[in-house]
């Protein structure tokens, strides 16, 4: 039962990022810069705690901050699109990342092919992300960017995948922050030079609470159920996130947030969907 309260805690921290994106108003690579940098000073700090070295092989070292860049970009790509739009409809993109999830898996890791019951389901997500498109027109930029995030978080995790089992998550965290520090600062500087924003003490605060509490402590107590708890249990409660997120950000910023009818109509297939995956597939695979 611990666990389980543990793992919707987390994803209820994951949810309210794309909240805290909004009541930061920095502009988003100057977020992500503080972000990361404060999330590898942590895990650097949680690594010392743990007695954890980080001194790791070169080429493990090149592929952690190769995949924090690609992290990275996720965050500049879910912070924009929140600002574009709101928060429920960056959210309402997230959960497609399971359908990247099946278009990119079989080309990294030839174990597996194209399952017809997956790219279904895909199909079905499209459908209701057109939907979206057609009731809430105005947010559209937001929107494709989301559904771009979704991609980059897919990308990240299904080469992530590869490389969870063999590190400590702090150490890996150190590096993949870094990376993404690295992109945001790139970014930083070729698309805004000398722009450069001294956050004030609430967006201190919000940032402070986005690098330690929806990142660094979120990560670490993923990881620490992910060994007690089986992967569907966790993928299952996981794609809860943009639930949560979008109560909150309701919540939060009241009528900002209320969208049209069809939008949540969208939103709930998109969410039921990822959610009739799991079952449908051991469904298929007893029958």
Same mark, same amino acid.
């Given at each position: 039962?611990?666990?389980?309260?543990?793992?919707?805690?987390?994803?209820?921290?994951?949810?309210?990022?794309? =909240?805290?994106?909004?009541?930061?108003?920095?502009?988003?690579?100057?977020?992500?810069? /503080?972000?990361?940098?404060?999330?590898?000073?942590?895990?650097?700090?949680?690594?010392?705690?743990?007695?954890?070295?980080?001194?790791?092989?070169?080429?493990?070292?090149?592929?952690?901050?190769?995949?924090?860049?690609?992290?990275?970009?996720?965050?500049?790509?879910? $912070?924009?699109?929140?600002?574009?739009?709101?928060?429920?409809? *960056?959210?309402?993109?997230?959960?497609?990342?399971?359908?990247? *999830?099946?278009?990119?898996?079989?080309?990294?890791?030839?174990?597996?092919? /194209?399952?017809?019951?997956?790219? =279904?389901?895909?199909?079905?997500?499209?459908?209701?992300?057109?939907?979206? $498109?057609?009731?809430?027109?105005?947010? /559209?930029?937001?929107?494709?960017?989301?559904?771009?995030?979704?991609?980059?978080?897919?990308?990240?995790?299904?080469?992530?995948?590869?490389?969870?089992?063999? *590190?400590?998550?702090? +150490?890996?965290?150190?590096?993949?922050?870094?990376?993404?520090? =690295?992109?945001?600062?790139?970014?930083?500087?070729?698309?805004?030079?000398?722009?450069?924003?001294?956050?004030?003490? #609430?967006?201190?605060?919000?940032?402070?609470?986005?690098?330690?509490? *929806?990142? +660094?402590?979120?990560?670490?107590?993923?990881? #620490?159920?992910?060994?007690?708890?089986?992967?569907?249990?966790?993928?299952? =409660?996981?794609?809860?996130?943009?639930?949560?997120?979008?109560?909150?950000?309701?919540?939060?910023?009241?009528?900002?947030? $209320?969208?049209?009818?069809?939008?949540?109509?969208?939103?709930?297939?998109?969410?039921?969907?990822? $959610?009739?995956?799991?079952?449908?597939?051991?469904?298929?695979?007893?029958?």
């Amino acid at each position: 039962m611990r666990d389980y309260l543990k793992l919707h805690l987390v994803i209820v921290a994951w949810g309210f990022t794309a =909240i805290l994106g909004k009541l930061i108003t920095l502009p988003p690579l100057q977020v992500v810069a /503080w972000r990361t940098a404060l999330a590898a000073l942590g895990f650097a700090c949680v690594a010392n705690c743990a007695k954890r070295s980080l001194q790791i092989p070169a080429q493990e070292k090149r592929w952690m901050l190769i995949l924090g860049g690609v992290l990275g970009l996720h965050w500049i790509m879910f $912070f924009l699109s929140a600002r574009l739009a709101t928060a429920s409809v *960056c959210l309402a993109a997230m959960p497609t990342a399971m359908l990247w *999830c099946s278009l990119i898996e079989p080309w990294i890791d030839g174990t597996r092919r /194209w399952r017809p019951l997956e790219l =279904i389901v895909g199909a079905v997500m499209v459908a209701a992300v057109w939907m979206i $498109f057609e009731v809430e027109m105005r947010y /559209w930029q937001g929107l494709s960017v989301g559904l771009l995030a979704a991609l980059l978080a897919a990308i990240f995790s299904v080469i992530n995948k590869q490389l969870v089992a063999r *590190c400590h998550y702090a +150490v890996m965290g150190t590096y993949q922050m870094t990376g993404a520090l =690295i992109v945001s600062l790139l970014g930083w500087l070729l698309l805004t030079p000398g722009q450069v924003t001294l956050p004030g003490w #609430e967006n201190l605060l919000w940032l402070l609470m986005l690098s330690s509490i *929806c990142t +660094v402590w979120a990560y670490a107590g993923y990881m #620490e159920v992910l060994q007690r708890m089986s992967v569907f249990t966790v993928n299952v =409660i996981y794609n809860m996130e943009p639930v949560y997120g979008i109560a909150l950000a309701a919540l939060i910023f009241g009528s900002r947030e $209320f969208m049209s009818p069809g939008f949540y109509m969208g939103a709930a297939i998109i969410i039921g969907s990822v $959610f009739m995956v799991p079952w449908l597939t051991r469904w298929t695979s007893r029958r």
